[in-house]
């Protein structure tokens, strides 16, 4: 079955402990994101990546890290977790590369800094 | 940047009714998918529809591109379909940074 699986589900955790978030897709797709969702915001991309070794920033990359090390991971860091980091993550992948792609969304990680 | 309108904001529903959500957008966009985001959070693949139409089941959806506006139809409402709909779309830039929709929040009560 085609998927984008993120672990964990769920993470409680407390500020400065470094923390990653992994994501492992199964499609072969080249482009993989991260996106976060919080209320009255909406879901803003943090990270993307076109290819292996190749990341970019998103709308709001600040606080985090990703690495791109084969192409169906794409895990998520973040080194020193602050509460504002609060919020539900997701990650995606397409076959990118080119317009009108469809893109999969994994479960989400809900992740709570205190 | 592009900006992505929704409507209703909230829609309350009694089993077996059917509904028409709304998208519209203000460019032209590459992509156009509709996703469904249940009580526990999880975004579940709808449609992938960045022109014309498809259905699956009770839900069916149509983008008009040139019109820039897409709509979500679901018959035969279920409480399983509670929850909030996005409709989210990528612009002619390379890669994928879906711009997401505010959401119509639907409640389908028994």
């Known amino acids: 079955e085609a998927q984008v699986t993120q672990n964990p589900r769920y993470l409680i955790t407390v500020t400065g402990k470094k923390l990653t978030v992994t994501c492992s897709q199964n499609?072969?797709?080249?482009?993989m994101s991260w996106y976060r969702q919080d209320p009255g915001l909406g879901l803003r991309q943090i990270y993307y990546?076109?290819?292996?070794?190749?990341?970019d920033k998103g709308d709001v990359p600040e606080g985090y890290k990703v690495s791109r090390k084969e192409k169906r991971n794409f895990p998520l860091i973040l080194e020193s977790p602050s509460p504002n980091q609060t919020s539900l993550y997701f990650c995606?992948?397409?076959?990118?590369?080119?317009?009108?792609?469809?893109?999969?969304f994994g479960q989400g990680t809900r992740l709570t800094v205190v | 940047g592009i900006q992505v309108e929704q409507s209703p904001p909230d829609l309350i529903l009694q089993e077996g009714a059917n509904s028409t959500l709304r998208c519209n957008f203000s460019d032209s966009v590459n992509n156009l998918q509709w996703f469904h985001q249940n009580p526990w959070g999880q975004l579940i693949n709808l449609f992938y529809i960045p022109s014309g139409t498809k259905q699956n089941g009770r839900l069916s959806a149509t983008t008009v591109a040139t019109e820039r506006y897409s709509l979500l139809y679901i018959s035969s409402s279920q409480t399983t379909d509670s929850g909030v709909y996005f409709c989210a779309v990528e612009t002619h830039n390379y890669g994928q940074n879906f711009v997401f929709g505010p959401g119509t929040r639907l409640s389908v009560l028994p």
């Open positions: 995606a992948s397409s076959l990118g590369g080119k317009p009108n792609t469809e893109a999969f």
């Open positions: 990546s076109m290819n292996v070794e190749v990341t």
């Open positions: 499609m072969n797709h080249e482009y």
